[in-house]
Each structure stands twice: as structure tokens, then as C-alpha cells.
Nanobody
Framework: QVQLVESGGGLVQAGGSLRLSCTASGRTFADYAMAWFRQAPGKEREFVAGISWGYKRTYYTESVKGRFTISRDNAKNTMYLQMNSLKPEDTAVYYC?????????????????WGQGTQVTVSS
């Protein structure tokens, strides 16, 4: 397994921006698709964005399209989520994981244990 560490969360006002990072241990990072997920209090964990391993094809859940951008730097074993125009409904703990498929089915194809996540809180 790969160990994943999320960082970059915080408290921001609506309309603000944050950049999340996901750093993976091990040497297999570049061989796998990756995805971001989030879980709000009382809700199930949901897919946010995914990126393929090679051609960097990206996928987004509808509610974040045009506001969030997923990217990866395989040389640094790191994936990013640039979040702009944040809304209070984006408030959640954000997690990353390797996935078999980086699209909307990603939540059912995670490959590693969940990390501690990073809290994102957007105030109105």
C-alpha cells in the first residue's frame, strides 16, 4: 500500500481559494490514477475530482466544475486540488486516494487506506 498525507486545508471566506496537496509514499505513484474525495458532517464520502496516471485526463463532480482544478506532479509524488470560488457547501474533510478509475465511480475503486484528511471550512 501507499501512505497518503493530505494538507493545505483551512478556514476561508466564501469566494476565497485554497490549494490542497496529497503526498504519497512509495515509488508507484506515477502508475496509478488518483482522486480527491470529501466528506461533510453527517454525509457519505463523495468523489470530487480524479486524474489519470499518464495522459492526465481529469474528471470532476458537477458541483465543482469550473471552480476546482486537479493536477499532479509525478516527480514529486504529489497531487493537488486548486479550489477557487469556494462556497459554504464545499465545507468538508478532503481526502485523496489511489483509484482504479478516476471518474465518478472512483469512490468504489479506492486502493489504499484513508489518510487523516484535511479540513476545509468555508464561511459565508
Amino acid at each position: 500500500q501507499v501512505q497518503l498525507v493530505e494538507s493545505g486545508g483551512g478556514l476561508v471566506q466564501a469566494g476565497g481559494s485554497l490549494r490542497l496537496s496529497c503526498t504519497a509514499s512509495g515509488r508507484t505513484f506515477a502508475d496509478y490514477a488518483m482522486a480527491w474525495f470529501r466528506q461533510a458532517p453527517g454525509k457519505e464520502r463523495e468523489f470530487v475530482a480524479g486524474i489519470s496516471w499518464g495522459y492526465k485526463r481529469t474528471y470532476y463532480t458537477e458541483s465543482v466544475k469550473g471552480r476546482f482544478t486537479i493536477s499532479r506532479d509525478n516527480a514529486k509524488n504529489t497531487m493537488y486540488l486548486q479550489m477557487n470560488s469556494l462556497k459554504p457547501e464545499d465545507t468538508a474533510v478532503y481526502y485523496c486516494n489511489r483509484v482504479a478509475s478516476p471518474d465518478m465511480t472512483a469512490v468504489r475503486s479506492t486502493l489504499d487506506a484513508w489518510g487523516q484528511g484535511t479540513q476545509v471550512t468555508v464561511s459565508s
